[in-house]
């Protein structure tokens, strides 16, 4: 079977760091087309993941009549998620866009509704559910091992990590929000993932925007997706808290992307009433139980396959076979849906209830 055609759009950090190399690894693919506004940087992932037949691109309209392409990588800013994929899928196109989905919930909708309108794939960068370790814990949970699972707790915090300050991810036109958007959005998915997402029946959040306020007197040790622009824009959270009732069980969660605590903590709890689970984000986690009147605790270790391979791997499968897998739109809205309630109750200031 002849490889498939791929259009990457975004040839920023995802792109080479995840999409580019699973492609260029995996032989069921071909990179057809490189695009980002800055050519020179669309040129370089080009050359190192693509062949001598891929094709440098600004403009992501220039491919979108080649029916030869049949998927896309949509790596771009938040902002561009909806309207580049909406376009995509109207071309026909099997569509994987990275996280978050988009800026809210009613982009998100529209996007699933071109998806469904088109009769194409729209899959989400929501890359923890193919890692192994996560795949474990939800088998656990599924099988019952757990008991009855009343309550999960999410930390997603660090010292003083704000990226980019001043730049696209502290801008809220761009990104959409801050630590919330761009860390929660995987742990909060991650959790529905596991507990096959019940109904949500309210949320309650509230957000702060403290630490990076005063730009130039914000102090750090390093800067992912930096260095700082003073004459830019910080209008984003750099601190959340939330709480969220489902059908099932309960959901709290502390994140930071800059807190006055020099310790970084990231993982996931959950608590049944016959064994809990902790879990390390990206590693791996420990079942505790209880056996013949004893206290035990379990280490889980294992292989750990590669996520974002894996996650490219099902795309170009289920684009070959037009089947909706665990990444289909579809299975995230209720990420999205209770990232807006948070965001709503933090402006509003009270719980936001869902019918």
Same mark, same amino acid.
């Given at each position: ?26 032989? +069921? ?13 669309? +040129? ?6 693509? &062949? ?6 600004? &403009? ?26 909406? &376009? ?22 529209? %996007?699933?509704?071109?998806? &469904? ?56 036109? %761009? ?90 903590? #990231? ?6 009433? +016959?064994?809990?689970? +902790? ?22 270790? %294992?292989? %750990?396959?590669? #996520? ?48």
């Amino acid at each position: 079977m002849k490889p498939v055609k791929i259009a990457i759009i975004g040839c920023g950090t995802i792109a080479n760091s995840a999409h580019g190399p699973s492609y260029a690894k995996n032989p +069921k693919a071909k990179i057809a087309y490189c695009v980002y506004i800055i050519p020179e940087r669309a +040129k370089a992932l080009a050359e190192k993941y693509g &062949d001598a037949e891929t094709q440098v691109l600004t &403009d992501y309209h220039d491919f979108l009549q080649d029916q030869s392409v049949e998927l896309v990588s949509v790596c771009v800013p938040n902002y561009l998620h909806a309207p580049i994929s909406i &376009d995509c899928l109207n071309a026909g196109k099997h569509v994987l866009c990275e996280k978050p989905a988009a800026v809210n919930y009613a982009e998100v909708l529209r %996007m699933k509704e071109a998806a &469904d309108k088109n009769q194409r794939i729209l899959n989400i960068g929501v890359v923890n559910r193919f890692n192994t370790a996560v795949n474990k814990v939800r088998d656990l949970i599924q099988a019952g091992e757990l008991g009855s699972l009343y309550h999960i707790y999410c930390s997603f915090r660090a010292h003083r990590s704000i990226p980019g300050l001043g730049g696209q991810f502290t801008t809220k036109a %761009m990104a959409g929000g801050g630590v919330l958007i761009d860390w929660g959005v995987h742990f909060i998915d991650l959790i529905c993932y596991c507990i096959n997402a019940p109904a949500v029946q309210s949320v309650s959040g509230a957000a702060y925007s403290k630490l990076g306020t005063d730009m130039e007197d914000y102090v750090y040790t390093g800067m992912w997706a930096g260095p700082p622009d003073y004459s830019g824009t910080y209008d984003v959270e750099d601190f959340v808290t939330g709480f969220v009732r489902t059908a099932g069980p309960s959901i709290t969660l502390n994140g930071a992307w800059a807190q006055n605590l020099n310790e970084r903590a #990231m993982f996931i709890e959950f608590l049944g009433d +016959k064994a809990g689970i +902790k879990l390390q984000y990206g590693g791996q986690f420990t079942l505790f139980s209880t056996k013949d009147d004893m206290l035990t605790e379990t280490k889980c270790d %294992m292989n %750990m396959a590669d #996520m974002f391979y894996d996650e490219i791997d099902a795309f170009i499968e289920c684009g070959r076979q037009g089947k909706k897998i665990r990444s289909n739109v579809d299975e995230v809205l209720v990420t999205a849906q209770i990232m807006d309630g948070l965001y709503q109750s933090a402006e509003s200031g009270q719980e936001v209830v869902f019918s």
